[in-house]
Nanobody
């Protein structure tokens, strides 16, 4: 069983920054997990924002490349999303995700609201 717990969302003005955190509770080895951040805006499909592999290789969505960065701390079993130069279109619920074995695991989500 894997549990993901996000934190760090909130309200910020355009151009500001936020850092999201996701702590993983799991009996499995966190080091082996591919971790991702997704987001879902009202009326839109959930989309992948950033992914980090067990080896630290990252994939960043075109819409946030150059502004967002994903990182992980294996000792803390945590993954982070640093969001800079935020835009109103970044407003969404942000979810932490991992796929381990045959199962997908999601956190409860954290709301990010960017005001213009």
């Amino acid at each position: 069983q894997v549990q993901l717990m996000e934190s760090g969302g909130g309200l910020v003005q355009a151009g500001g920054s936020l850092k999201l955190s996701c702590v993983v509770a799991s009996e499995s080895t966190f080091n082996l997990m591919i971790m991702s951040w997704y987001r879902q805006a009202p009326g839109k499909q959930r989309e992948m924002v950033a992914t980090v592999t067990s080896g630290g290789w990252t994939v960043i969505a075109d819409s946030v490349r150059g502004r967002f960065a994903i990182s992980r701390d294996n000792a803390k079993k945590a993954v982070f999303l640093q969001m800079n130069s935020l835009k109103p279109e970044d407003t969404a619920v942000y979810y932490c995700h991992t796929k381990f074995g045959p199962s997908n695991y999601w956190g409860q989500g954290t709301q990010v609201t960017v005001s213009s």
